[in-house]
C-alpha cells in the first residue's frame, strides 16, 4: 500500500539525509464513532520504525476500529493519521483467492517485473517453497497463514498490521506461528502492531503492550526483556497480572 493522503491523513515531509527513519505511523486526535457511539475517542499513538507493539482490550473496545484507520479502510474518522511507508495487513482469515495458486496469491497486485521470483522467494523465508503450486484450500491453517504473512512481507511495508492473525490456530500451531513471526520481524524491521486478546502472546511477541479501554490508549507497559522470553519468567508473570488487572481479568484468566 502506497504512502496515503486526503482527509485526516497526511504524507511528512522528507527528511534531511542521515536523519533517523520516521515513525511508522503518528495518530493525532484520532476519534470514530459508530451509530453516535464513540469507539474510539482522541486516540494519540506513535509506533517507531522497526517497533513491535501489541493492542490488548476488551471485546468491542476499538482494536480493529483503530487498525481499520491505520490501513486505511477506514476513512471516515476524526483526527491525523500519518504513516509515511507502505502498509500491509494480515487477518485472522488469511483471505487467499481459491481459484489461484499459493504464489500467485503472494505476488498478487506486485506489480513487480519478477513476481514469480519474488513470491519464491517470500514463500522460502516462510519455509513454503515447495507448496508454491498448490491450491489454497488443500493448505493447512498454519501454512495459509504462512501464505499471508509472505504476500505482506513480499512488499516490504514500513508498517505491517495483524489483527488477531493466530486465533484461529491450534496451540502448537501458535507457538510456531510465533517464532516465525519474530524471525521475520527481525529480518526485515517493519513497524508491527499485533491486534490480539491473548495476554501471553503480547508479551511474548512486543516490545511495548497498549490497553485500549473506553476508546483510548488506558496502559502503555514496555516489555524491556530479552528473547526468547520463557513463559516461567518471574519478570513476565509479574507484566501478565498487571495487565490481566488492566483489562478487568482474574489473574490468572484471560480477557
Not at 46 to 53: N, Q, S, W
Not at 215 to 244: K, M, N, Q, T, Y
Request: charged content about 25%; hydrophobic content about 45%; aromatic content about 4%.
Amino acid at each position: 500500500m502506497a504512502p496515503r493522503t486526503g482527509p485526516g491523513l497526511t504524507r511528512p515531509p522528507v527528511p534531511p539525509v542521515g536523519t533517523p527513519p520516521p515513525d511508522a505511523a503518528r495518530l493525532r486526535a484520532v476519534g470514530r464513532s459508530f451509530a453516535g457511539r464513540a469507539v474510539l475517542d482522541a486516540v494519540d499513538l506513535d509506533i517507531g520504525a522497526g517497533e513491535f507493539v501489541a493492542l490488548l482490550g476488551r471485546s468491542g473496545s476499538g482494536k480493529s476500529t483503530l487498525l481499520r484507520v491505520l490501513a486505511g479502510l477506514d476513512q471516515d474518522f476524526d483526527g491525523e493519521v500519518t504513516v509515511p511507508g507502505p502498509t500491509m495487513v494480515a487477518f485472522q482469515d488469511p483471505r487467499l483467492l481459491p481459484w489461484k495458486r499459493v504464489w500467485a496469491n503472494v505476488a498478487l497486485g506486485l506489480g513487480s517485473a519478477r513476481p514469480r521470483e519474488d513470491a519464491l522467494a517470500a514463500l522460502a523465508e516462510v519455509r513454503l517453497a515447495e507448496r508454491a503450486d498448490a491450491w489454497p484450500l488443500t493448505l493447512s491453517g498454519g501454512e495459509a497463514q504462512r501464505v499471508s504473512l509472505a504476500r505482506a512481507l513480499v512488499r516490504e511495508p514500513g508498517l505491517l498490521l495483524l489483527d488477531e492473525p493466530f486465533g484461529a490456530l491450534d496451540a502448537l500451531t501458535r507457538i510456531t506461528m510465533h517464532d516465525l513471526v519474530l524471525r521475520l520481524w527481525r529480518r526485515h524491521r517493519p513497524g508491527v502492531l499485533l491486534v490480539t486478546h491473548d495476554v501471553d502472546e503480547a508479551l511474548l511477541l512486543a516490545d511495548r503492550v497498549l490497553v485500549l479501554a473506553d476508546g483510548r490508549i488506558a496502559h502503555d507497559v514496555a516489555v524491556d526483556l530479552d528473547r526468547p522470553r520463557p513463559r516461567e519468567d518471574g519478570r513476565l508473570a509479574a507484566l501478565r497480572s498487571r495487565l490481566l488487572t488492566e483489562l478487568g481479568a482474574t489473574r490468572t484468566g484471560q480477557p
